[in-house]
Every structure is written in C-alpha cells, then in structure tokens.
C-alpha cells in the first residue's frame, strides 16, 4: 500500500469490564504507529482530537465505557510522516431504558451493524431478567411480533435472530443505561410492501448521516414534496415515555407532521407501499 491508502481495516471494538472500549484492527504494512481519533459529536467536523498513539494494532480507550457519554473513534495510520485515510469509524453509546411502574415499558431500539449480538437470547444473556423482561422481533412479512420472555424463572418464547438493519423490541423491569459498543457497515436493506402498506422497523448505522425523519425521507424519495411517495409514506419513531410512535408521514401537499430527531440506538419503522432495496451511508465509509 501506498501511504496514503493505508488504512486500518477490519475494525473490531470491544467492551472490557469495568470501564476500557478497546478497539482492534488489522496491522497496516510498514506503519510504525497508529493515531487514535475521538469525537463525542459523530456529526464534529475533522480534525477530531487525537486520543492516543499506539504502535500496536489495538487501543485501550480507558475510562470511556462507564462514562455515561457517547464516543465514536477514527483510525489513521502513519506511514513515515504521512497520515493514512480514515477506517471505519466505531462507536460506543450508552442507551438509557426508562422504567415507569404506573404504565407499559416497552422500547423499539436499534443495534450498529457489527455488533456481536446474533439473537434475542445473546440479549437477555447481556442485560439479564433483572432488567427486562421481553426481547421481540417484528416479522414485516406476516405483520406479527415475534418473542423471547422471562416468565416463571426461565426464558421463554421464541429465540428470535437479530438481523443486520433490523430493530427490535425491549420490555424494561428497572431504568437502566445499556452501553453499546460496534461498528456499521455498507449493508442493503429490502423492503417488501404487502397487499396493504407494510410496517418495517429498521436500525439505522450508529455512524451514519441521518439526524432527523426528513433526512430518511430525502436519502429514500428524493425529496419532501408532493411526488415523494412511491416507496414510503410514514417514518415513525417510538416514544418510550409516551409509549406511542411519533410519525412523520406523507399528506397529497407532502410530507408532514413532526420531523422527529432520530436519537442513535432509537428504534424507527418505515411504513412501505412498494418494493425496494436501499443502502443506508456512513458517514465514514467502510474498510472491509
């Protein structure tokens, strides 16, 4: 590789218990040392602060994962004087789960696209029966809700898989920060419209572009006006306090509504009236 193509590649991050984000990647030929870049702003313009530099293909971001404070990382090899190109960017967020004893608690939420969790058991086993009680999985094409229960001791149910792209749902027992760490990739998701319009929750890259509905709608129609309706015509968000959605939705004088802000870790669904495949983007493009 030349210099300014190295790239730190396959980019893995872990969490290390009680407080350490470490994060891995691929050793770059003929780099003596590796700047590590952090943001607590995904969206920050660069140069982002350098966190550390590590002659080694690994970094520990000590203090980070108890911090209660999001953090996303870029990785820059150095080759001689010269600084490579970015790697995939990874992210580590803590995701508050409110609890209320006075009404329902449940959470539509989203994972980055890397994250280590295959099926709704790897969830219960992260996160135990102490603080939730259901994990679910919604099936667009039969327009059912699939799940996995803690009921009499055990879990029960099904032990449905977590897809890439695809959100899921949360029952809470106790308020709880859950911390997240991975990172996202270049991933197509399909949508499949049924005889009437079809309901999709999605996750969305936790180091992606997308800050508000509007945007999801412009990245997927095109625009908000009139015309804007051939694959889409409802973005909503699940209002964990309010346990109701919040919709931002096609009218015949286009898009209205509220244009929620997408939190990274919200669970969002996309109301579909026709066939389509769509590649959601990164803000930092993928090294595979």
Do not use: C
């Not at 090899?77 to 992210?91: D, H, K, P, Q």
């Amino acid at each position: 590789r030349t210099p300014m193509t190295a790239r730190a590649r396959h980019r893995t991050v872990e969490s290390i218990e009680p407080s350490t984000v470490q994060l891995s990647w691929e050793p770059v030929p003929l780099a003596k040392a590796y700047r590590v870049y952090e943001s607590q702003n995904r969206f920050a313009p660069y140069p982002w602060p350098v966190l550390g530099v590590t002659s080694e293909p690994w970094f520990n971001a000590t203090g980070h994962l108890d911090d209660g404070l999001p953090h996303y990382y870029i990785v820059r090899a150095l080759v001689g004087s010269v600084e490579g190109w970015n790697s995939t960017m990874a992210a580590k967020l803590p995701v508050d789960i409110p609890f209320d004893p006075g009404r329902t608690n449940l959470y539509w939420l989203s994972l980055p696209y890397r994250n280590g969790f295959r099926s709704a058991s790897d969830i219960a086993g992260a996160l135990s029966a102490g603080s939730i009680d259901v994990v679910g999985r919604w099936d667009a094409g039969n327009a059912t809700l699939r799940y996995h229960y803690y009921f009499r001791g055990a879990w029960r149910g099904t032990d449905v898989p977590i897809r890439v792209g695809e959100g899921f749902l949360l029952g809470s027992l106790r308020p709880f920060s859950w911390v997240v760490v991975g990172t996202d990739a270049m991933y197509s998701l399909s949508f499949v419209s049924g005889p009437a319009p079809s309901v999709h929750w999605i996750s969305l890259p936790y180091t992606g572009p997308y800050a508000s509905a509007s945007d999801l709608v412009l990245d997927i129609e095109g625009s908000l006006g009139p015309p804007a309706n051939t694959k889409i015509t409802e973005v909503g968000l699940w209002d964990g306090i309010a346990q109701a959605p919040v919709q931002f939705y096609w009218t015949p004088t286009g898009w209205s509504g509220l244009d929620f802000d997408i939190p990274p870790g919200g669970g969002v669904y996309l109301r579909v009236v026709s066939d389509f495949t769509w590649l959601p983007r990164l803000l930092t493009p993928e090294v595979p």
